[in-house]
């Protein structure tokens, strides 16, 4: 059965460089010198389908490696956002059987996130990559009401990706150990995670989804921990004066991807909360970069191939609307 990737980064020389120019630096770029990840990051040709074949992987959803062009000033931010969506969509025009993509935005120019989305879903672009935050703004902020909107009304699913969190909350929480154990606390340890979760629950509890009832939002890492605080969470949604519990907003709004954490324990839980059919395949390449031999292992603990299809591919076809 066909197997899609849909969360594997890439980066190109041009963001990287504006990215450490910004005078406040994202410390998480460090992620991306590590090992060959930069060589890997900035391949969109055979190196990385090589990479693909090696794994068992037919199609790789391309999406622009954390932070995105989030940190940048709103002109740079609109320059490079549309820079990257071209280079992306070139990409996959040259290898149409094995890329898709998703868009990268210049959400630190909220007035221009609607239109570069638009643009980009008419070159191809099969859905957005955005993260909890720009600057100060959060995405629930009023400023990217049009964002979601177009992204409803054009069924461009939205993924929510982790980001490093702000100064403020790593001062309060992910600081005091060494300069390593800080950052790693703050990003793939735990603050990540973390900051990803509460950015789709202030969706959830400021009313994104009543007001846009057909968005689409996917969470990788196995939802960001959010699946597995539920039964606090939903008490929060009656605070807030939902119309439905966050579980069920997680249930028909979201769909949840892997992230390369191939852990059975972590997918039966997924299953116990929500259903198959909202659950996706991805390795979040090149940062897990699991073997062909552990993807099937991990496919095994399916009860059914039907299950087991659409995981694999099944849902990610009929989520991006992809021809298999």
Partial sequence: MPLIAIEEHWISPELTSALNAVPRRDESLAFNEMGDHRRRLEDL???????????????????????????????????????????????????PTRFR????????????????????????????????????????DPAYEDFFAAAAELG???????????DAVRDASYRGFDTITNL???TFGWGWHLDAATAALRLILSGTFDRHPELRLVLGHWG????????????????????????????????ITASGMLNPALLQYALSVTSVDRLV????????????????????????????????????????????
């Fill in 281 to 324: 395949f991805s390795t979040d390449y090149p940062f897990q970069h699991p073997t062909r031999d552990e993807i099937a292992a991990f496919l095994g603990h399916f009860a059914s191939d039907e299950d087991r299809q659409k995981f694999s591919s099944a849902n990610a076809a009929a989520l991006y609307g992809l021809e298999l």
């Fill in 156 to 166: 461009q699913p939205v993924f929510l990706h982790p980001q490093i969190p702000s």
């Fill in 45 to 95: 040709g055979e190196g990385r389908i090589a990479a693909m074949d090696a794994q068992g992987i037919d199609v790789s959803i391309l999406a622009l490696t954390p932070p995105g062009t989030h940190p940048l000033p709103s002109d740079e931010a609109r320059r490079l956002s549309r820079a990257a969506n071209d280079t992306a969509i070139a990409a996959v025009h040259q290898n």
């Fill in 101 to 140: 993509t998703l868009s990268t935005l210049p959400m630190s120019a909220p007035e221009h996130v609607a239109d570069e989305l638009v643009r980009a879903a008419g070159q191809g672009h099969v859905g957005t990559m955005v993260y909890g935050r720009s600057g100060d703004r959060f995405l629930d």
């Fill in 224 to 255: 960001e921990m959010l699946l597995f605080w539920l039964d606090r969470a939903d008490s929060l949604a009656r605070i807030a004066g939902r119309q439905r519990s966050v579980a069920d907003y997680l249930r028909t709004n979201f769909y």
């Fill in 184 to 186: 790693g606390l703050a």
